[in-house]
Antibody
Framework: QMQLVQSGPEVKKPGTSVKVSCKAS????????MQWVRQTRGQRLEWMGW????????NYAQKFQERVTITRDMSTSTAHMELSSLTFEDTAVYYC?????????WGQGTLVTVSS | DIQMTQSPSSLSASVGDRVTITCRAS??????LNWYQQKPGKAPNLLIY???SLQSGVPSRFSGGGSGTDFTLTISSLQPEDFATYYC?????????FGQGTKLEIK
């Protein structure tokens, strides 16, 4: 069945970077678009950006433009999201999700905690 | 960025009730509007895409409507498993912003 499995929780210090992975199975990864969304403690959902897997084209939210990089590895059907220059406000659950219209499959989420 | 505003922010209702949640966009988004359900500790689950298309596997008691700036999600007869938080999202133009959520609680 279709599945997105994300990497495990991370604890990072302010100013450092985090890289979250998202391994896809059960569908044609190369024909997909993968999006990244985060959810802070206040429960607000924030769209971060996406990658069109086949072409590698990316689009990032202006808020994260300078700090986020989304990549994919088609040999392992894995998407990655790297966020740099972390601050306490980046503490959140990070989700990958598939889709270009509605997001029909989601990973289980990765908790990233930024703590000194 | 397009602002998405949901109302109400929270709602108490009983099993069997008909419930409607609204979502308003700060500018026209045609029908590029999705609805999600989220339960505690879980990822969101797609219910409706393109404003009114029911996602495969979602019960028919869920329906969506609207176009332009005003949209609705209706649950025709609430079931116990429907008590959750609901979010709208526009995918008309990036960033694909979400509403703040509507928490549906048992009365």
């Amino acid at each position: 069945q279709m599945q997105l499995v994300q990497s495990g929780p991370e604890v990072k210090k302010p100013g450092t970077s985090v890289k979250v992975s998202c391994k896809a199975s059960g569908f044609t990864f190369s024909h997909s678009a993968m999006q990244w969304v985060r959810q802070t403690r206040g429960q607000r959902l924030e769209w971060m950006g996406w990658i069109v897997v086949g072409s590698g084209n990316t689009n990032y939210a202006q808020k994260f433009q300078e700090r986020v990089t989304i990549t994919r590895d088609m040999s392992t059907s894995t998407a990655h999201m790297e966020l740099s220059s972390l601050t306490f406000e980046d503490t959140a659950v990070y989700y990958c999700a598939r889709g270009s219209m509605g997001l029909d499959y989601w990973g289980q989420g990765t908790l990233v905690t930024v703590s000194s | 960025d397009i602002q998405m505003t949901q109302s109400p922010s929270s709602l108490s209702a009983s099993v069997g009730d008909r419930v409607t949640i609204t979502c308003r966009a700060s500018q026209g988004i045609s029908n590029y509007l999705n609805w999600y359900q989220q339960k505690p500790g879980k990822a969101p689950n797609l219910l409706i895409y393109a404003a009114s298309s029911l996602q495969s596997g979602v019960p028919s008691r869920f329906s969506g409507g609207g176009s332009g700036t005003d949209f609705t999600l209706t649950i025709s007869s609430l079931q116990p498993e429907d008590f959750a938080t609901y979010y709208c999202q526009q995918n008309y133009i990036t960033p694909y912003t979400f509403g703040q959520g509507t928490k549906l609680e048992i009365k």
